[in-house]
């Protein structure tokens, strides 16, 4: 058995859809926990959400403040994004607004 790991974790949480979202609705969440999505705590996974957001999960994972990367005006708190799809009357879909929280020291046991 590997031992436990302590990881830092993201919450992703879809907290306004305009449109409509195929995959998500307001309240779901995407946990990542280090390097890996949390399959059990998340309720669900959108590859482009992910695309979204890929360039800044490292840096929000590690403790970066979302408001020093443009995601936040408020320093220390909660940052945003949304995903890829601008919905109507360019795509028959949504978008949806995430709010991402950095949780220090999650652990995963391997």
């Known amino acids: 058995m590997k031992s436990k790991q302590e990881f830092n974790k993201l919450v992703i949480k ?11 609705k307001v309240g779901d969440k995407t946990v990542i926990n280090g390097p890996f ?5 998340s309720d669900v996974v959108c590859i482009h959400a992910l695309f979204s957001l890929g360039s800044f999960i490292v840096a929000l994972r590690d403790g970066m403040d979302p408001a020093k990367l443009g995601l936040a005006k408020t320093p220390n708190g909660p940052g945003y994004f949304h995903c890829l799809d601008p919905g109507e009357p360019h795509t028959g879909g949504g978008t949806v607004i995430f709010e991402i929280t950095h949780v220090k020291q999650a652990s995963r046991n391997g």
């Open 14 to 24: 879809a907290i306004e859809i305009k449109g409509t979202c195929p995959v998500y």
């Open 37 to 41: 999505i949390d399959m059990e705590e």
